[in-house]
T-cell receptor, first 111, second 116 residues
């Protein structure tokens, strides 16, 4: 059974810092790995989707990498801003086409 | 604007009552999903539908029911059999159930259900 873990559960950084969020999954048989942003009390917004054949995807200040062999993905945020404060969730699309979510990393960027 | 609309935003349920959460999308997506999120947790799949008049149970379907009579609509009923229904419920849709490139999943703004 696929399990997705995100560490740390919470992170607080000063504005301008570069940071890395971690996501690990137990079964490497995934179709893709997705990163989402969730603001308090809101739905999820898709940030980046990495297909299993890809190593990384970039969008603006965000870069996501995927290493299937080690069961890891990272989300790199460059030059963090207070507006980046949110919960970031990763999800793996497993072999039965179900999205398995991690419990998220709650990020606070301090001005 | 294209998107997913969930209603109501907040709902209170008395013991023994059934309640229905609405989900409407105008993205012309075939696949729709219902997830449950508990505080500090990830999302868990309740039900999903690949096409009109078809739906499958997810990982935590007990105590819930759905229907898919129209492409645009996928309502979720929380029945009295669901013993711990207090949670944040999220509806989502995608072009299809699958892994094709560009098959992004879109979420509604969620509905809070509280048992009183």
């Amino acid at each position: 059974k696929q399990e997705v873990t995100q560490i740390p559960a919470a992170l607080s950084v000063p504005e301008g810092e570069n940071l890395v969020l971690n996501c690990s999954f137990t079964d490497s048989a995934i179709y893709n790995l997705q990163w989402f942003r969730q603001d308090p009390g809101k739905g999820l917004t898709s940030l980046l989707l990495i297909q299993s054949s890809q190593r990384e995807q970039t969008s603006g200040r965000l870069n996501a990498s995927l290493d299937k062999s080690s069961g890891r993905s990272t989300l790199y945020i460059a030059a963090s801003q207070p507006g980046d404060s949110a919960t970031y969730l990763c999800a793996a699309l497993d072999s039965s086409y179900k999205l398995i979510f991690g419990s998220g990393t709650r990020l606070l960027v301090r001005p | 604007d294209g998107g997913i609309t969930q209603s109501p935003k907040y709902l209170f349920r008395k013991e023994g009552q059934n309640v229905t959460l609405s989900c409407e999308q105008n993205l012309n997506h075939d696949a729709m999903y219902w997830y449950r999120q508990d505080p500090g947790q990830g999302l868990r799949l309740i039900y999903y539908s690949q096409i009109v008049n078809d739906f499958q149970k997810g990982d935590i379907a007990e105590g819930y029911s759905v229907s898919r009579e129209k492409k645009e609509s996928f309502p979720l009923t929380v029945t009295s059999a669901q013993k711990n229904p207090t949670a944040f419920y999220l509806c989502a849709s995608s072009i299809e159930v699958g892994a094709s490139s560009g098959n992004t999943i879109y979420f509604g703004e969620g509905s809070w259900l509280t048992v009183v």
